[in-house]
């Protein structure tokens, strides 16, 4: 599965060096997600889809047990990004896996 070189672009908008087996992994992972217009963004102004976030990737697969630390990652993520207009899913979850040093996790 080839990943698009927007994709990785995007992620090195934050990571000039990113890690490119956690970049991977993470994209296998989201494939479909990312294949569906509304699906492939995050929107950080939205609770419902914070909620999404924390309990499903952050909590879920990134093992976090504190709810705070969930959350404050994700408003450090959103805030490092608020400069994009649109927050690709694939950054996103690349710079809090990379934030709670959770790569074995994911990969």
């Not at 997600?33 to 102004?45: E, I, P």
Request: aromatic share 8%; with cysteine; glycine share 4%.
């Amino acid at each position: 599965m080839a990943m698009d070189k927007k994709h990785l672009d995007d992620i090195k908008k934050y990571d000039k060096r990113p890690d490119m087996e956690l970049v991977e992994a993470l994209y296998r992972r989201l494939a479909g997600t990312l294949a569906r217009s509304d699906a492939r963004w995050v929107s950080f102004t939205d609770p419902k889809e914070l909620g999404r976030v924390r309990r499903n990737f952050v909590m879920g697969r990134l093992g976090v047990k504190s709810k705070a630390k969930a959350d404050e990652a994700i408003a450090m993520v959103g805030d490092k990004m608020k400069k994009d207009r649109t927050k690709s899913r694939l950054t996103a979850y690349y710079l809090l896996t990379q934030h709670f040093k959770a790569k074995k996790k994911v990969c």
